[in-house]
């Protein structure tokens, strides 16, 4: 197990670096661009493939890292280039921690790759949970997975929304209930491969921000898949729903297994957001000049940049802190996962919007990406579980009580 350190190696110190001249020089320079066009960034995405960055290995690298700082580290790195690009290049990262949480080793070195591809032949994975009448109720998931045994296959069928990647991606990762009379704990991940027929793109949204990020539906009809593409596997499904139906623990549902290892990723994203946004306000406040002097030589500038800064680093606290627990299997028992999410969430709107303030007019129109940063961050306290739903989680863990 490795010590909890705020001091990163000389290897962290260097991947550290590596990605934020990516993020200063391939994907910040784009993000206006992609933010309006609203399409995925193929050609940033294939960049970052040339460069490893976007790869299984990289990410598994990321993911085995002792001290569990270094997917953190890289998250926040290529947030603080563009939230939108960086999202496009960390979401297939959602569908390998799909594998990775419910699936067999065998099943996550022969399908993990897959969600990356090549950089020669680029490959994105996605992971299809929320629904359009089950967001943060996952427990109430309509989509079904049927066994038929005469074939050993599985017939999928219903609609996800909201789904990074959704539709456009080669690996689709879905969450299905396989007994609807036991909530979460009858449900179970399965891998969709390429050109599986049944499998179509729904509707596509236009969001307020993280624009570059494709978000879209994904429609499942008779979808047949291998019954060896049940994360896994059917012995281990069978033995899970037994004890479900016995009314004993289980060992975690499908979901929230994968969101409570990504949850503090998330968090990283957001902090790479709220860290852009305090940087180029600063720089801002020292250059402009009010009355004849820099404004931030008014109290209420700079103790409004001493707030921003205060809070930018309680997340990387509570961040870095839950990175390290998951790694080193310590048990989230205050909802430390949540926390850090909930946290580095709201603080990327709260630093975004003071960002605007310090710079007034300047702040609100597209020719400073403040405003953009803005847009994006507000998706940090809704996505992978809203703001109220992080509440919950916490509270429940901390009294011990099934609060509702």
């Not at 991947?15 to 993020?23: E, L, M, P, Y």
């Not at 399409?39 to 493939?49: S, V």
């Not at 990020?213 to 047949?224: I, K, M, Q």
């Not at 998706?379 to 863990?397: D, K, M």
């Amino acid at each position: 197990m490795a010590d909890f350190s705020m001091d990163l190696n000389e290897d962290q110190q260097q991947i550290q670096k590596w990605v934020h001249d990516f993020a200063e020089t391939v994907v910040r320079p784009a993000g206006h661009e992609w933010d309006e066009r609203e399409e995925t960034p193929w050609p940033i995405i294939e960049e970052a493939a040339k460069v490893g960055l976007y790869s299984f290995d990289f990410v598994s690298q990321a993911f085995f890292d002792e001290s569990g700082l270094l997917m953190a580290i890289a998250a926040e790195e290529l947030a603080w280039g563009d939230a939108g690009i960086g999202l496009a290049i960390l979401g297939s990262t959602l569908g390998l921690a799909g594998i990775a949480s419910n699936g067999t080793p065998e099943q996550l070195l022969e399908w993990g790759p897959q969600c990356f591809g090549t950089p020669e032949k680029v490959q994105l994975a996605a992971f299809a949970v929320s629904e359009p009448d089950a967001g943060s109720d996952v427990s109430s998931l309509r989509t079904r997975a049927v066994y038929d045994e005469a074939k050993d296959e599985w017939v999928l069928n219903g609609t996800k929304t909201w789904i990074t990647n959704g539709g456009i991606a080669d690996i689709h990762v879905v969450v299905a209930s396989v007994d609807p009379d036991l909530g979460s704990r009858g449900q179970a991940s399965f891998i969709i491969p390429p050109g599986t027929p049944g499998l179509s793109q729904g509707q596509k949204f236009k969001k307020m921000g993280i624009r570059a990020s494709h978000t879209a539906e994904v429609v499942l009809d008779d979808v047949r898949i291998p019954g060896s593409l049940l994360l896994g596997g059917k012995e281990h499904l069978d033995e899970k729903l037994a004890r479900a139906r016995e009314g004993k623990r289980s060992a975690g549902q499908a979901a929230m297994k994968t969101f409570e290892a990504s949850r503090p990723a998330v968090g990283a994203q957001a902090l790479g957001i709220a860290r852009a946004a305090y940087e180029y306000a600063l720089d801002y406040a020292k250059e402009r000049k009010a009355f004849g002097r820099a404004i931030i030589e008014n109290q209420a500038i700079a103790f409004k940049l001493a707030d921003m800064k205060t809070r930018i680093d309680a997340s990387r606290l509570l961040v870095w802190r839950a990175s390290w627990m998951a790694r080193n299997g310590k048990e989230f028992n205050s909802g430390e996962g949540s926390m850090s999410k909930l946290y580095a969430g709201e603080t990327a709107v709260h630093v975004t919007e003071e960002a605007i303030q310090i710079m007034g007019g300047y702040g609100y129109i597209r020719e400073h990406p403040v405003e953009r940063w803005h847009r994006d961050s507000k998706i940090f306290t809704i996505f992978e579980g809203t703001s109220e739903i992080q509440r919950l989680v916490i509270a429940r863990a901390i009294s011990g009580v099934h609060i509702k």
